[in-house]
C-alpha cells in the first residue's frame, strides 16, 4: 500500500524554468492538498481539492498552479521558479473534511 | 480564511517531565483539530485529533484539550521520552476542507 506518492524527490531548476510536481494517492481520497515547508513557518496551504473537479487557493498560491487531474491525481504547475520559491513541498489526502491527512515523502526544490 | 497561531516555537524538557503546547485559531466553524509529528527529514504524522464537540482527548502519554469558548487547544505529553523529540504541529479544518497548519514546536528531550 504506497499511499500518498510524490514525484521527483529532489530538483534543482533555473529562475524562470518550469515544471510539475506530481502527486497521487491510492486510498481513494476525496481531499487533497499542495503545502509548503519553510524553516520556522510551518507548513503553509498553497492549493487545495475538496473533491474531484473543484480546486481553491490556500494561503500562499501565487506563483503556482494545479490541476486535479482525476481523484488519485493531484499536480503541482511552477510556470517560472523563483528563488523564493526554494522550499520542500508535500503533497497530502484525506478521506473527506474532518479525517486523518497522510503525506506524501515530500519534494525538496532548489530554485538558483 | 483560518489563522492558526502556536506557542511555543522550541521546547526544552528535561526526560520524565511534561511538555505543553498551545494553539489558537480564529474562525469559530473549524470543527476538527489534528496534531502531527515530524521527525528530522520525514514527513508530518498524525498522532491525535479532537473534534469540536469534544473537550478532552487522551492517548497513552499524550492528550489533547479543547476550549471552543476561547479557540484554544493544547497539546499534552507527558513522561517525555528522547524519540519525543520531533517538530510538532497543530492545525485546524474549516468546513470548506481548508486545513491550515501552526508554525511549528521543535521538542527537545534532554537525557
Known amino acids: 500500500n504506497a499511499g500518498v506518492t510524490q514525484t521527483p524527490k529532489f530538483q534543482v531548476l533555473k529562475t524562470g524554468q518550469s515544471m510539475t510536481l506530481q502527486c497521487a494517492q491510492d486510498?481513494?481520497?476525496?481531499?487533497m492538498y499542495w503545502y509548503r515547508q519553510d524553516p520556522g513557518m510551518g507548513l503553509r496551504l498553497i492549493y487545495y481539492s475538496a473533491s474531484e473537479g473543484t480546486t481553491d487557493k490556500g494561503e500562499v498560491p501565487n506563483g503556482y498552479n494545479v490541476s486535479r487531474l482525476n481523484k488519485r491525481e493531484f499536480s503541482l504547475r511552477l510556470e517560472s521558479a523563483a528563488p523564493s520559491q526554494t522550499s520542500v513541498y508535500f503533497c497530502?489526502?484525506?478521506?473527506?473534511?474532518?479525517?486523518?491527512?497522510?503525506f506524501g515523502q515530500g519534494t525538496r526544490l532548489t530554485v538558483v | 480564511g483560518e489563522n492558526v497561531e502556536q506557542h511555543p516555537s522550541t521546547l526544552s524538557v528535561q526526560e520524565g517531565d511534561s511538555a505543553v503546547i498551545k494553539c489558537t485559531y480564529s474562525d469559530s466553524a473549524s470543527n476538527y483539530f489534528p496534531w502531527y509529528k515530524q521527525e528530522l527529514g520525514k514527513r508530518p504524522q498524525l498522532i491525535i485529533d479532537?473534534?469540536?464537540?469534544?473537550g478532552e482527548k487522551k492517548d497513552q502519554r499524550i492528550a489533547v484539550t479543547l476550549n471552543k469558548t476561547a479557540k484554544h487547544f493544547s497539546l499534552h505529553i507527558t513522561e517525555t521520552q528522547p524519540e519525543d523529540s520531533a517538530v510538532y504541529f497543530c492545525?485546524?479544518?474549516?468546513?470548506?476542507?481548508?486545513?491550515?497548519f501552526g508554525a511549528g514546536t521543535t521538542v527537545t528531550v534532554r537525557a
Open positions: 492545525a485546524a479544518i474549516r468546513y470548506d476542507y481548508k486545513l491550515s
Open positions: 479532537i473534534r469540536s464537540n469534544v
Open positions: 497530502a489526502s484525506s478521506e473527506t473534511q474532518g479525517y486523518e491527512a497522510f
Open positions: 486510498m481513494n481520497h476525496n481531499s
